[in-house]
């Protein structure tokens, strides 16, 4: 859909305010008058908070991250790195983070590609933004030195048509229930607008950061859960191995994974078995909302 990205950038802030904590500083920069860009509103979202993610590790002593939004008008397609002539917004996200070698940034938007210690992070963060703005026709440029920071600029194409307001959630009566569901997630924030979507709709939510957790809080449950929604790529154990010890305890336990990776990807990797019944990231609340209320209903 047409959609305003500093209306986006604005309705963000207090989300990557938390995410970044008390010692990075935020600071957004948005030109009056940008143009219109196709993509989705969460979408968008979750690609400055993947960057907010980055940068917040990039900086484990503090530091600031700067957001700018502005137009930019590329005649013959050479200048500042576009890809073709035309009309773009410009989105720049720039750290004063310990930045990158030239190595690490050739590797930089790889599917599973980590420059954290193991159990840290599956290296899905930049994978996924690369995916998300490609899907807009947008493209990425990444500055950075070792000791000078990092900066991203997303390149979004101008959309024509003008932007109109998103249609309201559905009411929770229409894709929300009262049925007990355990999310398992290891990243705390995604993990924590998931709980809070489905709360929000009337479910009954666990949450679980890993599979051994989510073991744990199925003891405790004691009843099954009428639906898990579990990540794919996780420290220790996969989604889908959680998925087989859970159906130990109950034959048929309903399962919803989510991921940022491809279908093809998990493929490469021995997922395939998850690939049938997939969310991929990143995803919208009222996308979430009706795949959940039709596994519940099958």
Known sequence: MPTDVGLVLRGSEKLLRRALGEDVELSLEVAPGLWPVLCDPGQLEQVLLNLSLNARDAMPGGGRLTMEARNARTPDGTAAHAQRPGDWVRVVVRDTGVGMTDEVKSHLFEPFFTTKEP?????????????????????????????????????????????????????????????????????????????????????????????AEALQRAEEQGAAFDLVVTDVVMPAMTGAALAKRLAERRHGQKVLFVSGYSREVMAERGLEEEAPRLLAKPFTAATLLARVRRILDE
């Not at 933004?129 to 000791?147: L, M, N």
């Not at 009566?173 to 007990?180: D, I, Q």
């Not at 990243?187 to 009954?204: E, I, K, N, W």
């Open 119 to 211: 159990g840290a992070g599956t290296g899905l963060g930049l994978a996924t933004v690369y995916g998300a703005i490609a899907q807009t026709g947008g493209h990425i440029h990444v500055k950075s030195e070792p000791s000078r920071g990092t900066t991203f600029e997303l390149w979004l194409p101008r959309c024509e048509r003008p932007v109109t307001t998103p249609p309201p959630l559905p009411a929770p009566g229409t894709v929300g229930g009262t049925e007990t569901i355990l999310v398992v997630e290891d990243d705390p924030l995604v993990r924590s607008v998931t709980r809070r979507t489905l709360a929000t709709a009337g479910y009954q939510v666990v949450v679980a950061g890993d599979g």
